[in-house]
């Protein structure tokens, strides 16, 4: 594999990495929304959606580690 492959993966894990980070963020403030709303049906659905970021960052995770491994064995 090329040096500009390696880097392209590097790249790619960076990116994923980054992403993971801001669906975590996403998820941190969904949480925070559920706990302090008024409305039992708006909080249900943030707390929804922290859960949905928390999958996605699981996601990003793994393809950051895909794409880093994929990056070594160059």
Known sequence: MSDDN???NLLDAAKAKI???ADRLRAA???VASK?????VENAGDKAKAV???AKAEA???EA???????DKA
């Open 6 to 8: 390696k880097a392209g």
């Open 19 to 21: 992403d993971e980070g």
């Open 29 to 31: 403030g969904h949480e």
């Open 36 to 40: 302090v709303g008024n409305s039992p």
């Open 52 to 54: 949905e970021d928390r």
């Open 60 to 62: 990003h995770n793994a």
């Open 65 to 71: 580690h895909h794409e880093a491994n994929k990056a």
